[in-house]
């Protein structure tokens, strides 16, 4: 999908469907617009449903000021205009008050975004502007003074969050990593203390690289391989908007009977992809012309080590990853269904998955098919895709169970007597 053939109008529309499919707007919060090549501003309108915009409810805004459609804009339009002017460079502006972003707003407090890699680089230097009336010149002034630092990212005192870039989308990534912070932040701290990342992990982190494999041609496809590429993509779409992937982040792959395996793309909006995305690996080599995960050693090394695993999966889910951030174990010993499906879950050191990945391999087995690791992400292993995914939701319904939990009472988890009773019953052992 070429986005940025979009027409400005329905860009809009795509993004504001997300924004409030996600649960980070409400009917009449928050504001999108796009500046065109023309210089001509396409804005959110006044008073209109978020749920229900389409094309013909967008306005635009000329450079002489002349207004065009069927409703007003945003009222809060002026600081869109103002950031604009005072950075040529932004050509979209989003606007949003989602409610993890919106507690650190009114705590007057910025998410850390180095609880995990990358997050701090799509998001950069976050300011904080100063609180004045919605709407008003002066919250324009303060906006623009803290994009004036060259950050395209701003909370708002008591209000929200602004984020420039150059487009849409890009804001959105960058919006959609924040509020991913805030509530992974909000959730490790009601687990204990939260563990950012150290500068050394973070230029560990940095120095990351994509992995340098052989190309080959790809002359035809099997109609094993062609389910599998579709049955990826529908299950990367149902992550993200479980949201256990964001746009940016979430890996899958899967081994196919003839020994090669395909794996997601680097780089691309999770939202979009489409089975012509995904990555066949062949005896170490990649399809021509297409960016494997750059996990895409790790996934080969615990296929080599592991005949049993055929789907494997990556993510950062924010209920399980609070206790990978924090100081905090994870103990699937709540209910049954969760100790049958996660077993144990070890809590590994940062960069061991990157940087030592055949050694890290190790770690995987039917006894441990599911991995934290510290600061990264939750690696789940499965005998078929449907059994990988099917073990990454049951972690993140666990974790958010047992964060809950700690709010209401003690927890009480099984016995070890019952743990050995399930181990028995489930032929575990």
Not at 85 to 106: E, M
Not at 283 to 303: A, C, F, M, Q
Request: charged residues 25%.
């Amino acid at each position: 999908m070429k986005l940025e053939l979009m027409h400005p109008a329905d860009q809009l529309v795509t993004i504001m469907e997300r924004i409030y499919s996600c649960g980070m707007t409400t009917t009449s919060g928050g504001n999108l617009s796009i500046l065109d090549d023309n210089g001509d501003i396409w804005i959110t309108p006044a008073g209109v449903d978020k749920g229900s915009l389409t094309r013909n409810d967008m306005v635009r805004v000329s450079a002489n000021g002349k207004i065009t459609g069927n409703h007003r804009p945003s009222s809060e339009w002026p600081f869109h205009s103002i950031v604009y002017k005072r950075r040529p460079d932004i050509k979209a502006v989003l606007h949003a008050h989602p409610p993890a972003l919106l507690s650190f707003s009114i705590v007057r407090k910025i998410p850390h975004t180095r609880l995990i890699p990358n997050a701090d680089i799509i998001c950069g230097d976050i300011k904080m502007a100063e609180y004045e009336l919605p709407g008003s010149a002066e919250l324009g002034e303060n906006i623009a003074k803290m994009f004036d630092t060259g950050s395209n990212v701003v909370m708002l005192e008591n209000h929200g969050v602004v984020v420039g870039d150059k487009d849409i989308f890009s804001a959105f990534h960058a919006f959609e990593t924040l509020d991913f912070c805030a509530r992974l932040e909000i959730n490790a701290l009601r687990l204990g203390n939260i563990k950012p990342l150290t500068e050394k992990y973070v230029e560990i982190s940095r120095n990351k690289n994509n992995a340098l494999l052989e190309e080959f041609e790809a002359k035809s496809y099997s109609s094993e391989e062609r389910e599998a590429r579709m049955k990826m993509c529908e299950l990367v779409k149902r992550s993200y908007n479980q949201r256990l992937f964001t746009s940016t982040q979430g890996t899958f792959s899967e081994r196919l009977s003839d020994g090669a395996f395909i794996i997601t793309p680097y780089g691309m909006d999770r939202k979009y992809i489409t089975p012509d995305d995904i990555v066949r690996i062949e005896d170490g080599k990649k399809e021509r012309g297409k960016n494997p995960s750059r996990s895409v050693i790790l996934h080969r090394e615990i296929y080599a080590r592991h005949p049993e695993v055929n789907s494997i999966i990556i993510a950062h889910p924010p209920n399980i990853m609070a206790f990978a951030v924090s100081d905090t174990d994870f103990d699937s010993k709540i209910i049954p269904e969760s100790y049958i499906m996660l077993r144990d879950i070890p809590k590994v050191p940062f960069g061991s998955s990157f940087l030592q990945p055949a050694l890290f391999a190790k770690e995987i087995s039917p006894q441990t098919p599911v991995v934290l690791v510290e600061n990264d992400c939750v690696i789940v292993a499965g005998e078929s895709l449907i059994n990988a995914f099917d073990r990454l939701e049951v972690a993140e319904f666990s974790a958010n169970a047992i964060i809950s939990a700690r709010q209401v009472g003690e927890i009480v988890k099984i016995s070890e007597y019952e743990t050995e009773r399930i181990k028995t019953a489930f032929n575990l052992k």
